[in-house]
């Protein structure tokens, strides 16, 4: 029989496990050979020069080189390419023709993470970077009480930031996270709802919220609010009993075994939920993406890693596939006008479609204009002195559609992204969590 050919671009994307545990897999010399093939491919083809600045630098470093080729590119400056890809995930899932099932079988963005994990395991990484990445260990001294007072004090203190400047290499313009003694944890323990789960569809009926670093520390208010909207519509909420940090800025940072660390500890303590009948939940989508698709593919043996990724949902893919089966309550009291939404990199790559904007679009007297385009914002990527004003270069396009849309509302669903937006915004006007919105919505 005639073996037909198939173009890799006209099948879905197939994600390799990453074989982070192969001694090959940290060789530098193994390392180099890869990269200049899969920059030779990226040289040839340019799609995805309109994404991070790791293409337009890559590009550059090409066409200003003596051959005008990959192999005139000295190997030391590939670490410019790989230090401005910030994991977004974006190439390999909007762009890139030669993502497996291709015979060429390129995954730039964990191309860029082993050559991340090389440099960490070779000890090529600034103090700024570690501390900005050990989220639990900031969060937990920054959030004591007077201390996060202190520290968002400080934080707003132009001479302090000019020290965080020089000492840490902080952006002084950057917008820094604010820090809660009160945390979503405390604020929703001893909660116990009186509302009795019913599953519908793929649903249980019931979600747990892995709350994350972030929304527990820095923004506890859309945990209230998905409370609020969860409850509204007969859906009983509880929190994980424990957690640590996700592991998806150590991810970023190229520390493996601390994100193998963090998943030995949040692992079973989730798939205990799954098993007792919970469907999970973050209001971070880098938080769902990392146990939806970084764990699985690099524990693609381990069958709790398997249950906490079937069991997790983005809020909004839960909500509405609570609303195909006709159980999501569309009671509003509160049209919101014009809505600038953001759509997050680490949402969009979960492949769940626009979610946020269909449950937003429900809302009588309401206009969504989503934007799908890269924040630059990447948790640690816009405060970095060296990366800043990059970051603000990807964003002033969708700052551009916020102004030109006259938004009432704006903000994504990833915070961080949407206060980038904001601090480069500077029109007075706060960016809002989705959640947040739909609660304002149903008038709860």
């Known amino acids: ?128 970077d570690r501390i900005l990445t050990s989220t639990d260990v900031v969060g937990n001294l920054a959030g004591i009480p007077v201390v996060a007072q202190v520290v968002n004090a400080a934080n707003e203190f132009a001479p302090t930031r000019k020290v965080l400047e020089a000492t840490l290499g902080v952006h002084p313009d950057a917008k820094l996270p604010k820090y809660y003694s009160n945390t979503l944890r405390k604020r929703l323990k001893g909660h116990k709802s009186e ?132 159980k999501l309550k569309t009671d509003f009291e509160q049209a919101l006008g014009k809505v600038s939404y953001h759509a997050a990199c680490h949402q969009r790559v979960q492949n769940i479609g626009q979610k946020t904007r269909e449950t937003l679009a429900l809302i009588p007297n309401t206009e969504v204009e989503i934007i799908e385009r890269c924040s630059g914002h990447d948790g640690t990527y816009a405060v970095k002195k060296e990366f800043h004003e990059s970051s603000v270069k990807i964003v002033k396009p969708v700052v551009k559609r916020v102004k030109d849309f006259n938004a009432d509302h704006y903000g994504s669903d990833c915070a961080m992204a949407g206060h980038h937006i904001e601090n480069i915004l500077d029109n007075g006007k706060v960016a809002e969590h989705p959640i947040t919105l739909l609660r304002l919505a149903y008038g709860i």
Request: overall charge negative; aromatic content about 8%.
């Open 195 to 326: 509302l009795v789960a019913e599953p519908v569809g793929k649903t249980k009926g019931k979600l747990a919220l892995f709350a994350t670093c972030y929304m527990n520390r820095n923004e506890p208010g859309p945990g209230e609010d998905l409370l609020a909207v969860l409850e509204h519509n007969g859906i009983p909420m509880t929190i994980a009993t424990q957690e640590k940090c996700c592991g998806m800025p150590k991810l970023e940072l190229g520390n493996l075994e601390a994100v193998a660390e963090n998943k030995e500890f949040n692992i079973p303590i989730l798939a205990k939920m799954v098993d007792e009948g919970w469907d999970l939940t973050a209001l971070v989508p880098s938080c769902v993406l990392m146990f939806k698709q970084e764990l699985p593919l690099m524990f693609p043996d381990d069958p709790d890693v398997q249950k906490v990724k079937n069991a997790f949902y983005d809020p909004f893919e839960y909500l509405m596939l609570r609303h195909r089966e006709g």
């Open 1 to 128: 029989m005639a073996v037909t050919t198939k173009e890799g671009n006209l099948q879905a994307p197939t994600r390799h496990p990453l074989d982070w545990k192969n001694p090959d897999f940290y060789d530098k010399s193994s390392l180099e050979t890869e990269l200049e093939r899969v920059f030779d491919v990226c040289h040839g083809c340019r799609r995805c020069v309109g994404l991070c600045q790791s293409f337009p630098i890559l590009f550059d470093l090409v066409d200003e080189s003596p051959t005008l080729e990959v192999d005139g590119v000295k190997k030391e400056d590939y670490a410019k390419v790989v230090d401005n890809c910030y994991l977004c995930d974006l190439c390999f899932m909007t762009k890139c023709p030669y993502v497996p099932p291709h015979e060429w079988n390129l995954d730039f963005p964990h191309l860029m993470l082993r050559a991340k994990a090389v440099n960490y395991k070779n000890g090529d990484v600034k103090l700024r």
